[in-house]
């Protein structure tokens, strides 16, 4: 599957509201993030806490290059928590954390304007 992120392009298939439904959007705050090395394209390895019900997750994001790790820590982000986990080279993601792409196509990450609690349901 190609993603266009183009903002131009047109919107994608129709769906049914029961598919929307079976992607399972959470809001997770991030306890960890670190520069992951060897990438191809600039990434980060996350570690995301989406509460008790779902716990911490891995995810993988090519967010390098407008976020340090550090300044991530401690801020939400939304992300898919019901995709099975997927190799990116040598690391494992467990969950797909969202964005938009800018301008320059580079990734801007999707997060509530208020705090809401950890594993929170985008409806």
Request: charged content about 20%; glycine content about 10%; hydrophobic content about 45%.
């Amino acid at each position: 599957m190609h993603l266009d992120h183009d903002p131009q392009a047109p919107a994608g298939a129709e769906i049914g509201f029961d598919d929307f439904l079976r992607v399972d959007i959470r809001v997770g705050t991030i306890v960890a993030a670190e520069v992951y090395e060897g990438a191809r394209k600039p990434s980060l390895k996350l570690r995301i806490d989406f509460g008790p019900g779902i716990g911490v997750r891995k995810s993988v994001g090519q967010v390098a290059a407008l976020y340090a790790p550090a300044e991530l820590i401690g801020r939400q982000v939304a992300a898919v928590v019901n995709f099975p986990p997927r190799q990116i080279g040598k690391a494992l993601s467990e969950a797909l954390t969202l964005g938009f792409a800018d301008e320059a196509g580079r990734v801007v990450l999707f997060a509530p304007d208020t705090p809401v609690p950890n594993g929170s349901r985008l409806f």
